[in-house]
């Protein structure tokens, strides 16, 4: 927390606003449009909400096709099913370790044969690092098939000069606990299209329409933002910035310290993008260090020390058992390598530099 959060609770209680409306939603709304340049933007009660209502504006429904990033958290995927869709998984490639440009072509065109293209492309920004936006929506523009940009983990992060999540049809962030800033609990839809901004609001608020009585012609959801926990946001996102600083700094300590080891390497920052690095993840290669991912994060999990490995690709999943995958390449699946070789290291923003050393020393004693 940053100091301000109770500032605006203390306003929602004085002013009886415990309710999902009030002043907080709507400025919080407002400042999150504001700050990452977007029309719109409609606050829900998590980021997983944001993308089901996302795929429910583009009309997702039983059978229906959607592809998603592979290398990503369940939740990416989760709404596709609860609409009855079927998700077809794209691999990563290297660069940035997100969405392949070359893997999503290949999917297009055979969808296309096929005449059952995919109703919306879900494509996700993993750890604060931006898709390869300009070569993934040019396909998807080709096709006309629209994107929802998974930004859960990218707030504050830009691509080009532009913020990210900002780049699809819709965009969305969340507010997790585990996120760069939190509401506790909470999402965000962000649209230049006000009108669908609009849409979702009123999807999320149980479809009620404009009538004295209560009035319903649409199955709708009760997915909004509590006024207190927008009241958080708005003091989170005062500090947005300096959050980006703090982990930023986190991973260049890291790099700086175990970058030059032979068979280290950090996940890439695309030229001309910039990461909020919400986590420090690291690929390790067990030829030449031979101590594999796994090992390491024991020898770190005996010292108190949590890692984790990178996301489990989604095609490798049980719950997606028999859906389509297409690799970067048949004989190179680059979200499986990642996967065997990377590892996520602790990287709160208030990490202090004693507790950063604590860690990179582990790590260094167990390379030997
Ligand atoms: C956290 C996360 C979500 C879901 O957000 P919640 O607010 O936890 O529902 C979706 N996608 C990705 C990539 C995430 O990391």
């Known amino acids: 927390m940053s100091g301000n959060e109770q500032k605006y609770i203390d306003e929602a209680f004085e002013t009886?606003?415990?309710?999902?409306?009030?002043?907080?939603?709507?400025?919080?709304?407002?400042?999150?449009?504001?700050y990452n340049g977007t029309a719109g933007a409609a606050a829900m009660s998590s980021g997983t909400?944001?993308?089901?209502?996302?795929?429910?504006?583009?009309?997702?429904?039983?059978?229906?096709?959607?592809?998603?990033?592979?290398?990503?958290?369940?939740?990416?995927?989760?709404?596709?099913?609860?609409?009855?869709?079927?998700?077809?998984?794209?691999?990563?490639?290297?660069?940035?370790?997100?969405?392949?440009p070359v893997a999503l072509a290949r999917a297009m065109e055979e969808a296309q044969e096929k005449e059952k293209l995919p109703?919306?492309?879900?494509?996700?920004?993993?750890?604060?690092?931006?898709?390869?936006?300009?070569?993934?929506?040019?396909?998807?523009?080709?096709?006309?098939?629209?994107?929802?940009?998974?930004?859960?983990e990218s707030l504050g992060s830009y691509y080009k000069g532009k913020h990210s999540g900002t780049f699809g049809k819709f965009g969305i962030f969340s507010f997790n606990g585990n996120k760069i800033i939190t509401t506790s609990g909470g999402g965000m839809l962000v649209s230049n299209d006000v009108g669908k901004v609009e849409r979702a609001r009123f999807l999320a608020?149980?479809?009620?329409e404009?009538?004295?009585?209560?009035?319903?012609?649409?199955?709708?959801?009760?997915?909004?933002m509590s006024n207190i926990l927008a009241g958080i946001g708005r003091a989170q996102l005062e500090v947005l910035d300096d959050r980006v600083k703090a982990r930023r700094a986190v991973f260049a300590r890291y790099e700086k310290a175990l970058g030059g080891i032979e068979?280290?390497?950090?996940?890439?920052?695309?030229?001309?993008?910039?990461?909020?690095?919400?986590?420090?993840?690291?690929?390790?290669?067990?030829?030449?260090?031979?101590?594999?991912a796994n090992e390491l994060m024991d020898a770190l999990e005996k010292e108190n020390i949590e890692a984790r490995p990178?996301?489990?690709?989604?095609?490798?999943?049980?719950?997606?058992?028999?859906?389509?995958?297409?690799?970067?390449?048949?004989?190179?699946?680059?979200?499986?390598?990642?996967?065997?070789?990377?590892?996520?290291?602790?990287?709160?923003?208030?990490?202090?530099?004693?507790?950063?050393?604590?860690v990179i020393q582990v790590i260094r004693e167990r390379l030997g």
């Open 310 to 358: 990178v996301w489990k690709p989604l095609h490798m999943q049980p719950l997606f058992e028999g859906c389509k995958f297409y690799a970067h390449a048949d004989d190179d699946v680059v979200s499986e390598r990642l996967f065997a070789r990377g590892i996520c290291l602790p990287s709160g923003s208030n990490m202090t530099v004693k507790e950063q050393e604590r």
């Open 205 to 208: 608020t149980q479809a009620r």
């Open 49 to 100: 909400a944001a993308i089901h209502i996302a795929l429910e504006l583009l009309d997702v429904r039983q059978g229906d096709i959607v592809f998603c990033s592979s290398l990503t958290f369940v939740a990416s995927a989760n709404p596709i099913y609860y609409l009855g869709g079927e998700p077809v998984f794209i691999d990563s490639e290297y660069e940035t370790w997100n969405m392949s």
């Open 210 to 224: 404009k009538a004295r009585h209560y009035q319903h012609q649409t199955v709708g959801y009760n997915y909004r």
């Open 263 to 292: 068979g280290i390497s950090f996940m890439p920052e695309l030229t001309g993008t910039y990461s909020n690095r919400w986590l420090t993840a690291m690929e390790v290669d067990p030829e030449k260090l031979s101590v594999t």
């Open 16 to 34: 009886n606003w415990i309710a999902p409306l009030g002043k907080n939603v709507d400025e919080f709304e407002k400042e999150v449009a504001k």
């Open 119 to 152: 109703k919306a492309v879900v494509i996700v920004n993993l750890y604060g690092q931006s898709a390869k936006m300009d070569e993934l929506m040019a396909i998807c523009d080709l096709y006309g098939v629209p994107v929802i940009e998974d930004a859960a």
